[in-house]
């Protein structure tokens, strides 16, 4: 599953960039694929990786203990777990059929 983690620091530097890198390569089945960016907002550093696929709940459990056990110098956190393209186009395949199917049910003549 695909996870994003925002961090907010007062003022990110070296350490607190390689900091949230590593917190992505010690929770990811890919630590080759993590990738840590600044965001548009002042002060805040995403990191984006895969993990194997969990309970969110779980999920979120674990990245928020190595959060607060490693980056104590954050202001906050956020955990998202964005959909894959291949998860979007699904759910875009199923909405229309989805839609359909509403669409014929209504246009069917009452007997």
Request: net charge positive; hydrophobic share 35%; no cysteine.
């Amino acid at each position: 599953m695909h996870v994003r983690v925002e961090i907010q620091f007062a003022s990110p530097d070296t350490g607190d960039w390689e900091a949230v890198r590593k917190l992505g390569s010690v929770l990811t089945t890919r630590p080759e694929e993590v990738q840590v960016t600044a965001s548009d907002q002042p002060g805040w550093l995403i990191v984006d990786f895969a993990m194997r696929t969990d309970a969110q709940i779980r999920a979120v459990d674990r990245i928020d203990r190595i959060i607060r056990m490693h980056l104590g110098n954050r202001l906050e956190s956020i955990i998202r777990f964005p959909p894959t393209e291949a998860q979007r186009l699904r759910n875009k395949r199923k909405s229309a059929r989805r839609k359909l199917r509403n669409t014929t049910q209504l246009n069917k003549p009452s007997g």
